[in-house]
């Protein structure tokens, strides 16, 4: 354990903002699950709003710093690609 009453404080921050980012993450991932049933099952107008919520907290998360900028990117690039391929 720190004796210094800064590192202290470092260590509480970086407790938060790694539960605040693996927060982040989660939701990310859970809705990417769900576009992935949505699509599964064929429904287009399901699919487009879903789409829009997930590009949304992927870019929430990436101006955040919880993705870095490719990443984001690159998921981003993934989900459209997989919308597209169903229509």
Known sequence: M???????????????????????????KTELKKLETIIEAGDKSAAEAQVKVVISYIDKAESKGVFHKNAAARKVSSVDRAFNKMA
């Open 2 to 28: 720190a004796n210094i009453k800064s590192a202290k404080k470092r260590i509480k921050v970086a407790a938060s903002k790694a539960a605040r980012n693996k927060s982040v993450k989660s939701r990310v």
